[in-house]
């Protein structure tokens, strides 16, 4: 269905057709059709949906289309949409909405669940509890299928899922879980403890919520439950729950890596001075950092004078350099986000890139020193460029393995050991080891200050 379709619908007052075409929509599809509607038609369209079909679409929709819903509808139109939201996307829409709509949300919700949103938000952010739903099929162990067929239709609408099932026992302790598709095929005199799993997989209350994400993955489930200290089942957590925590986690990662400080909104939601002052203060460390240097060429100006062709590589230096830590500290960075590499396995990890750095480097030596050598027609620059670039390459991604790390072990998100940190590092190095290197083989015939020198001159200036 296409905007000026909806549009011309609402002109010509065709409500009913118009609510025949939405009602064959996915609830899912709607919010991106409705976003390209004015304030006024957005409510219109929105009041014609079912009660069902709008909580579901409400449910999919950017922060600030909510809001502009909610500041439209009535107290009873609003309460209609609460009630079809599940318990943790309630709480999702209270986190995210200013004080004042929070006020009319609060007063739409039944005065049983007021108690239960209030402890869910207690829980710290990022953590299983903050994103956990309290809507679940929860079943006693002498129950027999029958009646444990009967618990589910009563409270299975309401519920989140009734794939997985939860069994308590008097002190509400979870001592096992059953599919429904165990109880459907057992007969209907069979009790419930005869057919559940003992062997339970769930995550605690304050269990960081990247790492309850990865249990998804590596158990396969479409649930997890979640439990406090004494074992008693307080919620669970759904795959859907899951998925939107590694996309929120990989899309803060990709911000660390380029130098950005995180941003929970959208980037059309994100303000042109939030996004400048989110991306500045890296950009500004990265810049000063950067004039170190150009303090080391600078202070290499006697050799340009005698060897003018030196100047020639350092862009090309210090370009490889950064890539090569920057495919080093990618993989790495990876690989502890998914459990494939521990910190523990530094010297093993060390040991790989650096057989990877001697066979890159060798490479890329022989290469560059060809086309030196056919170009200028210069031997020893071939030389000093291909030596140079060895140990930049070794020692780049060196510091590409070893700071993602390093970083994991001093409780840091390894991603800001990330592109722009680890170029602006080899840059400076890849400068000294450039200048060592050709002040070891051209030396005497240019006068090029040491590193000693180098560092007691900048503490002078």
Same mark, same amino acid.
């Given at each position: 269905?296409?905007?000026?379709?909806?549009?011309?619908?609402?002109?010509?007052?065709?409500?009913?057709?118009?609510?025949?075409?939405?009602?064959?929509?996915?609830?899912?599809?709607?919010?991106?059709?409705?976003?390209?509607?004015?304030?006024?038609?957005?409510?219109?369209?929105?009041?014609?949906?079912?009660?069902?079909?709008?909580?579901?679409?409400?449910?999919?929709?950017?922060?600030?289309?909510?809001?502009?819903?909610?500041?439209?509808?009535?107290? #009873? =139109?609003?309460?209609? &949409?609460?009630?079809? !939201?599940?318990?943790?996307? +309630?709480?999702? *829409?209270?986190? /995210?909405?200013?004080?004042?709509?929070?006020?009319?949300?609060?007063?739409?919700?039944?005065?049983?669940?007021?108690?239960?949103?209030?402890?869910?938000?207690?829980?710290?952010?990022?953590?299983?509890?903050?994103?956990?739903?309290?809507?679940?099929?929860?079943? #006693? =162990?002498?129950?027999? &299928?029958?009646?444990? !067929?009967?618990?589910?239709? +009563?409270?299975? *609408?309401?519920? /989140?899922?009734?794939?997985?099932?939860?069994?308590?026992?008097?002190?509400?302790?979870?001592?096992?879980?059953?599919?429904?598709?165990?109880?459907?095929?057992?007969?209907?005199?069979?009790?419930?403890?005869?057919?559940?799993?003992?062997?339970?997989?769930?995550?605690?209350?304050?269990?960081?919520?990247?790492?309850?994400?990865?249990?998804?993955?590596?158990?396969?489930?479409?649930?997890?439950?979640?439990?406090?200290?004494?074992?008693?089942?307080?919620?669970?957590?759904?795959?859907?729950?899951?998925?939107?925590?590694?996309?929120?986690?990989?899309?803060?990662?990709?911000?660390?890596?380029?130098?950005?400080?995180?941003?929970?909104?959208?980037?059309?939601?994100?303000?042109?001075?939030?996004?400048?002052?989110?991306?500045?203060?890296?950009?500004?460390?990265?810049?000063?950092?950067?004039?170190?240097?150009?303090?080391?060429?600078?202070?290499?100006?006697?050799?340009?004078?005698?060897?003018?062709?030196?100047?020639?590589?350092?862009?090309?230096?210090?370009?490889?350099?950064?890539?090569?830590?920057?495919?080093?500290?990618?993989?790495?960075?990876?690989?502890?986000?998914?459990?494939?590499?521990?910190?523990?396995?530094?010297?093993?990890?060390?040991?790989?890139?650096?057989?990877?750095?001697?066979?890159?480097?060798?490479?890329?030596?022989?290469?560059?020193?060809?086309?030196?050598?056919?170009?200028?027609?210069?031997?020893?620059?071939?030389?000093?460029?291909?030596?140079?670039?060895?140990?930049?390459?070794?020692?780049?991604?060196?510091?590409?393995?070893?700071?993602?790390?390093?970083?994991?072990?001093?409780?840091?998100?390894?991603?800001?050991?990330?592109?722009?940190?680890?170029?602006?590092?080899?840059?400076?190095?890849?400068?000294?080891?450039?200048?060592?290197?050709?002040?070891?083989?051209?030396?005497?015939?240019?006068?090029?200050?040491?590193?000693?020198?180098?560092?007691?001159?900048?503490?002078?200036?």
């Amino acid at each position: 269905m296409e905007i000026e379709e909806i549009k011309e619908l609402i002109q010509t007052k065709k409500f009913n057709k118009l609510k025949n075409e939405l009602k064959e929509m996915n609830g899912v599809d709607i919010p991106s059709l409705l976003e390209e509607l004015d304030k006024e038609t957005l409510v219109k369209v929105f009041r014609i949906l079912s009660k069902e079909q709008a909580g579901e679409a409400f449910s999919y929709m950017e922060t600030d289309m909510q809001e502009r819903l909610i500041q439209d509808l009535t107290d #009873k =139109e609003l309460k209609n &949409v609460i009630d079809e !939201l599940f318990m943790d996307d +309630t709480v999702d *829409l209270i986190e /995210e909405m200013p004080s004042n709509v929070v006020k009319r949300i609060l007063r739409a919700v039944d005065v049983n669940d007021r108690k239960t949103i209030n402890e869910l938000l207690k829980y710290p952010d990022d953590s299983a509890g903050s994103i956990m739903t309290t809507e679940f099929v929860d079943l #006693k =162990e002498d129950m027999t &299928v029958e009646e444990a !067929l009967e618990r589910i239709r +009563t409270i299975g *609408l309401d519920s /989140e899922t009734i794939y997985n099932c939860y069994v308590l026992n008097k002190n509400r302790i979870l001592v096992g879980i059953l599919n429904i598709k165990e109880i459907l095929i057992s007969k209907s005199n069979i009790e419930i403890k005869n057919l559940m799993t003992t062997n339970i997989i769930s995550v605690h209350t304050l269990e960081d919520q990247e790492e309850v994400a990865k249990k998804f993955d590596k158990y396969d489930y479409y649930a997890l439950p979640v439990v406090d200290n004494e074992n008693r089942l307080v919620g669970i957590i759904t795959v859907d729950d899951a998925i939107n925590v590694l996309q929120d986690e990989v899309s803060e990662d990709f911000e660390i890596m380029a130098a950005m400080q995180p941003n929970e909104k959208g980037y059309f939601e994100t303000s042109v001075f939030t996004h400048a002052k989110k991306r500045i203060v890296w950009l500004l460390i990265l810049m000063l950092s950067a004039t170190l240097t150009g303090a080391i060429i600078t202070k290499y100006e006697n050799a340009f004078a005698a060897v003018p062709l030196l100047v020639a590589f350092i862009p090309m230096i210090m370009d490889t350099g950064g890539n090569c830590g920057s495919q080093s500290s990618t993989l790495i960075i990876r690989g502890l986000a998914t459990d494939e590499i521990e910190v523990k396995e530094v010297f093993k990890v060390l040991w790989k890139e650096i057989r990877v750095s001697l066979i890159v480097g060798i490479v890329l030596a022989a290469v560059n020193g060809i086309r030196i050598f056919l170009q200028y027609k210069n031997l020893q620059m071939a030389f000093i460029v291909g030596l140079t670039l060895v140990a930049t390459v070794a020692l780049s991604k060196t510091l590409g393995c070893l700071l993602p790390l390093l970083a994991k072990k001093l409780k840091l998100d390894p991603a800001i050991m990330a592109a722009p940190l680890i170029t602006t590092l080899v840059d400076t190095f890849s400068i000294l080891i450039y200048f060592q290197i050709a002040t070891a083989i051209i030396g005497r015939n240019i006068k090029i200050r040491i590193i000693p020198d180098f560092f007691s001159s900048l503490q002078i200036c």
